[in-house]
């Protein structure tokens, strides 16, 4: 079965049009004012680059429109032993596990001989302070602040990992305290969280949000925001 899926998959008509049928729904099923304002948020962070523009599951456009060759031209590029990673846990005999696999896919080679043609996807974040203000029916009223730098690029070791884990219990307790803090009725606040993102592609992000209380939306704004 792994070494069909390797190297013998077929792209016929009826079962692109049904794989485009499962995406298509998956479309509708996440598409919300929330993934909108995160759409948005993304596009003002990162302006210019195609990081924002390049959502994994695609654009309706190309879902709908995408010719049967370039499905084909993507996998044979893509799914190939050099770009693969093949994972086995159990309690099994290594030598005989290593024998089996080597059998499997000793002889998958790629498709497309050469290297893969790489695009740089990685964000770009601006390098100056920007406000934006999204406005949509449905849309929960919050508000939020991010800080990007810099990836820290430190070696993977005993003191990485535990300056990693000190920050994420920090994270943790102070999310517990916001949590807290919301059920009081005199809060000022709904929710409240503070973030933190190490991402390798790009960029440190710190950041946090937090939804004001009825009160004092009102005390804001006598009318709601994207009504």
């Not at 692109?16 to 509708?28: C, D, S």
């Amino acid at each position: 079965m792994l070494r069909e899926i390797a190297g013998n998959l077929s792209f016929d008509d009826e079962a692109i049009a049904h794989e485009r049928g499962v995406i298509l729904g998956e479309e509708r099923m996440r598409a919300s004012a929330a993934s909108r304002a995160q759409q948005v948020w993304l596009e003002a962070a990162y302006p210019g680059g195609l990081y924002p523009q390049r959502n994994p599951i695609g654009t309706l456009d190309s879902i709908r429109t995408a010719p049967r060759q370039a499905l084909v031209d993507y996998y044979q590029d893509w799914y190939r032993p050099d770009l693969a990673v093949l994972v086995v846990v159990g309690d099994f005999d290594v030598a005989g596990m290593e024998k089996r696999i080597r059998a499997v896919f000793g002889d998958w080679k790629a498709a497309r001989p050469g290297p893969v043609r790489r695009i740089d996807y990685a964000p770009k974040p601006m390098k100056r302070t920007s406000a934006v203000v999204h406005t949509e029916k449905n849309l929960n009223e919050s508000v939020g602040a991010a800080w990007i730098r810099s990836y820290i690029d430190r070696p993977d070791s005993l003191e990485s990992r535990t300056t990693g884990y000190l920050k994420q219990v920090a994270l943790m307790a102070m999310n517990v305290r916001f949590q807290r803090a919301a059920e009081d009725p005199a809060s000022p606040f709904v929710t409240a969280t503070v973030g933190y993102d190490n991402t390798r592609e790009g960029e440190t992000l710190p950041g946090c949000g937090w939804c004001p209380s009825p009160a004092v939306r009102k005390r804001l704004s006598p009318k709601p925001f994207g009504w």
